[in-house]
T-cell receptor
Framework: GAGVSQSPSNKVTEKGKDVELRCDPISGHTALYWYRQSLGQGLEFLIY????????KSGLPSDRFSAERTGGSVSTLTIQRTQQEDSAVYLC???????????????FGDGTRLSIL | KQEVTQIPAALSVPEGENLVLNCSFTDSAIYNLQWFRQDPGKGLTSLLLIQSSQREQTSGRLNASLDKSSGRSTLYIAASQPGDSATYLCAVRSGGSNYKLTFGKGTLLTVNP
């Protein structure tokens, strides 16, 4: 597709359930990022993938959060045993890469709005 | 740790007015600074990216400036229109981590017809 695609656009689930969020980056973009936007807060970095390198997971808030990127393209963010404080908009972004393209902009999807009841 | 602050948090102006949004950051060792627009329920749209070696970038009615030494950037919007109403976010890519962005909390702009 032309842009970053995220699904679902909205997800409502009960506390304690697991959820999976999907991100399909722009074709050819080797770098992929997940961010979280909570009400009243700025965007918070979660995790970064670059090609086949080990991901930078330094922003994940707890071990209930994990992410993978299969085949260097689609990524899934998984939240296990969801809590109410996990309610937020989860945004995915992609870019042409890191070191060689540090001045390339990040392109964002429309996000997944996650609500934990 | 890089911190980004945006002032004001909200701004309401009449149509046609020129306006300035402010962004400040604490660590001047940045690769670039990016301004985004976010419409309600939508993702972020990149407006302008200023490299650390640049002073300003222009796109249409938008002009962004960067003063890296003082840790400041401004986004100037000329002849504002109701369609400019959105949240404007500033983000910096810092030298210590040249891939992830640190965001401000944004300025909510309302342009009244």
């Amino acid at each position: 597709g032309a842009g970053v695609s995220q699904s679902p656009s909205n997800k409502v689930t009960e506390k304690g359930k697991d959820v999976e969020l999907r991100c399909d980056p722009i074709s050819g973009h080797t770098a992929l990022y997940w961010y979280r936007q909570s009400l009243g807060q700025g965007l918070e970095f979660l995790i970064y993938f670059q090609g086949n390198s080990a991901p930078d997971k330094s922003g994940l808030p707890s071990d209930r959060f994990s992410a993978e990127r299969t085949g260097g393209s689609v990524s899934t963010l998984t939240i296990q045993r969801t809590q109410q404080e996990d309610s937020a908009v989860y945004l995915c972004a992609s870019s042409l890469g890191s070191w060689a393209y540090s001045n390339q902009p990040q392109h964002f999807g429309d996000g997944t709005r996650l609500s934990i009841l | 740790k890089q911190e980004v602050t945006q002032i004001p948090a909200a701004l309401s102006v009449p149509e046609g007015e020129n306006l300035v949004l402010n962004c400040s950051f604490t660590d001047s060792a940045i690769y670039n600074l990016q301004w985004f627009r976010q419409d309600p329920g939508k993702g972020l749209t990149s407006l302008l990216l200023i490299q650390s070696s640049q002073r300003e970038q222009t796109s249409g009615r938008l002009n962004a400036s960067l003063d890296k030494s003082s840790g400041r950037s401004t986004l100037y919007i000329a002849a504002s229109q109701p369609g400019d109403s959105a949240t404007y976010l500033c983000a910096v890519r810092s030298g210590g981590s040249n891939y992830k962005l640190t965001f401000g909390k944004g300025t909510l702009l309302t342009v009244n017809p």
